[in-house]
């Protein structure tokens, strides 16, 4: 399953220049959050493929303005051609607003999961829009990430887990791939496209 992952910014290669045959092959998007919802909409209108999504802490307008057409996963495991993905949208609180957590806050979100993931046998993707703690993550408090996703990944160990939030132009210390044990850890901003199937995404993993 080829799969297109997107966050942060809204593509200029797919949306300012859209060609249809640039989406030719793929099964699959998901959006990683801090997306304009009209983006959202356009690529679901013109794949033809479903568009999964959750929350970025700047999607407060997604209340307003929702992504016609397509599925929030926010908390919860939805299953795609057998594929489990798991989203938990937002990042680590810094200021009042919505789509803010602090870690004690993301960890209960994730208790109530409990039934689902029991259920599910686990998952196999992770979506969120902040990264896990020190796994790809920054040092401020706004891009500090989660040690609750770090305890995810060892406990249920998914093949792939899927953020945003930190811009690769932020520096060269935003890798676009990454391996935590068992999982391969993409970070979606902008775009890129992997297979899911893929044994060795590293070498794969094209924009």
């Known amino acids: ?21 640039k989406l030719e092959g793929i099964d699959l998007i998901i959006s990683c959050g801090d997306l304009d919802p009209r983006y959202l909409s356009f690529l679901v209108t013109l794949s033809s493929v479903p568009v999964l999504y959750i929350h970025g802490n700047h999607d407060d307008k997604y209340e307003r303005i929702p992504p016609e057409g ?17 989203g938990l949208g937002g990042s680590m ?7 803010q957590y602090t870690e004690r806050q993301m960890q209960l979100r994730i208790k ?3 039934f689902q993931l029991v259920r599910s046998h686990g ?27 770090r305890s995810l990944l060892e406990k249920y160990k998914p093949k792939y887990f899927l953020h945003g939030h930190v811009h690769m132009t932020y520096g060269a210390k935003h890798k676009r791939y990454d391996k935590y044990q068992d999982t391969h850890v993409i970070n979606a901003y902008d ?3 992997f297979e899911f199937e893929d044994e060795n995404p590293k070498e794969h993993i094209f924009p």
Not at 71 to 78: A, H, K, L, P, T
Not at 93 to 99: E, S, W
Not at 126 to 138: E, I, S
């Open 1 to 21: 399953m080829k799969i297109l992952a997107i966050a942060d910014v809204e593509s200029k290669y797919l949306w300012d220049y859209f060609e249809k045959s």
């Open 70 to 86: 397509c599925i929030c996963i926010e908390d919860r495991i939805y299953v795609h051609e057998g594929i489990r993905i798991l």
């Open 93 to 99: 609180r810094y200021k009042p607003g919505t789509n």
């Open 112 to 114: 109530k999961l409990w």
């Open 123 to 149: 998952f196999d993707i992770l979506v969120t829009h902040a990264p896990a703690y020190q796994l790809n993550d920054g040092r401020d408090l706004p891009h500090q990430g989660f040690q609750a996703f």
């Open 191 to 193: 775009r890129c496209v």
